[in-house]
């Protein structure tokens, strides 16, 4: 079995298997979900001392009973190249243990547009990883089908969560970072133009804007043909975590929810 190895372990998260679960345990512990079971959710991708805490309050809405399959789209930081990939591999690994992948699907991918296999954009690509081991301490039993995104169209990344959409069984991981080295206040300005765009599902987010921008736009296109809801769950950026305020980088959370799924208290 060809298993992916943690790339950043160490880096954007501990390496340790007891202190990366106690951080993440900490973390969802201070979250209060704002919904219910979302079908799709954004959330960012630094390191853990900076945006760890947003991701959280995405991860600590989902229902570990009910989702069995996780398509997770992410934006390539380190090999460039055209479309969408998916690795040559069985499983991915962290120091929590391994996630299945869900090769099948992976295959049906394999015949839309401007899918293909591509190993080294999955090689050290940090922007999938982190969000595993939020997913492996929330969920139980799941595959995952990870999607790396490099120069892609919006239609073919809706393309792609369309045809995995599924039942309540899957959900939609779209990661993604916001604004880049801004002042605080001009940070805290573009972001929240960027948040709103989402929340109104406008599908022209830029790259200067959110760093993950092709997938939530891919998300927000797919969310067309759906009735889905957004929702706020968390903004803040490294100047309110672990960072100064010249440079910062805006990080939210936000899930997509069906009709009914609102818990009612923010």
Same mark, same amino acid.
């Given at each position: &079995?060809?298993?992916r190895?943690?790339?950043?372990a160490g880096?954007?998260y501990p390496?340790?298997?007891?202190?990366?679960r106690s951080?993440?345990?900490? !973390?969802? !512990?201070?979250?209060?979900?704002?919904?219910d079971?979302p079908?799709?959710?954004?959330?960012?991708h630094?390191?853990?001392?900076y945006?760890g805490?947003t991701?959280?309050?995405a991860?600590?809405?989902?229902?570990?009973g009910?989702?069995?399959?996780v398509l997770l789209?992410?934006?390539?930081h380190?090999?460039?190249f055209y479309?969408m990939?998916l690795p040559?591999?069985?499983?991915f690994?962290?120091?929590?243990g391994?996630?299945a992948?869900?090769?099948r699907?992976m295959e049906?991918l394999?015949?839309?547009?401007n899918?293909s296999v591509?190993t080294?954009a999955?090689?050290?690509?940090?922007?999938?990883e982190?969000?595993?081991p939020?997913?492996q301490?929330?969920?139980?039993?799941?595959s995952?089908?990870?999607?790396c995104?490099g120069?892609?169209d919006?239609a073919s990344?809706a393309a792609?969560?369309?045809?995995l959409?599924?039942?309540?069984?899957?959900?939609i991981?779209?990661?993604s970072d916001?604004?880049?080295f801004?002042a605080?206040?001009?940070?805290?300005?573009?972001?929240?133009?960027?948040i709103?765009h989402i929340?109104?599902?406008s599908?022209?987010?830029?790259?200067e804007?959110?760093c993950?921008?092709?997938?939530?736009n891919?998300?927000l296109?797919a969310?067309?043909t759906? &009735?889905?809801?957004?929702?706020l769950?968390d903004?803040?950026?490294?100047g309110?975590?672990a960072?100064?305020?010249?440079r910062?980088?805006?990080y939210t959370?936000?899930a997509?929810?069906?009709?009914?799924?609102?818990?009612g208290?923010?």
């Amino acid at each position: &079995m060809s298993v992916r190895p943690p790339a950043v372990a160490g880096q954007f998260y501990p390496a340790n298997a007891h202190e990366l679960r106690s951080f993440i345990v900490q !973390a969802l !512990a201070r979250c209060s979900p704002k919904v219910d079971s979302p079908k799709a959710i954004v959330v960012p991708h630094a390191g853990y001392i900076y945006s760890g805490l947003t991701a959280a309050c995405a991860y600590a809405t989902l229902d570990a009973g009910r989702i069995r399959r996780v398509l997770l789209l992410g934006p390539a930081h380190r090999v460039p190249f055209y479309g969408m990939s998916l690795p040559d591999a069985d499983a991915f690994a962290t120091p929590l243990g391994q996630v299945a992948l869900d090769r099948r699907a992976m295959e049906e991918l394999l015949e839309l547009p401007n899918v293909s296999v591509n190993t080294a954009a999955h090689a050290l690509e940090h922007s999938l990883e982190v969000q595993l081991p939020f997913l492996q301490v929330t969920l139980a039993d799941f595959s995952l089908v990870p999607v790396c995104i490099g120069s892609a169209d919006i239609a073919s990344v809706a393309a792609v969560i369309n045809h995995l959409w599924g039942g309540e069984d899957t959900l939609i991981v779209i990661s993604s970072d916001l604004s880049h080295f801004h002042a605080y206040d001009v940070a805290k300005s573009i972001d929240q133009e960027s948040i709103e765009h989402i929340l109104a599902r406008s599908p022209d987010l830029n790259h200067e804007q959110a760093c993950g921008a092709t997938g939530v736009n891919g998300l927000l296109l797919a969310t067309s043909t759906h &009735m889905l809801t957004p929702h706020l769950l968390d903004y803040r950026n490294s100047g309110d975590t672990a960072g100064d305020k010249e440079r910062v980088v805006g990080y939210t959370s936000i899930a997509f929810t069906e009709a009914g799924n609102e818990v009612g208290y923010g």
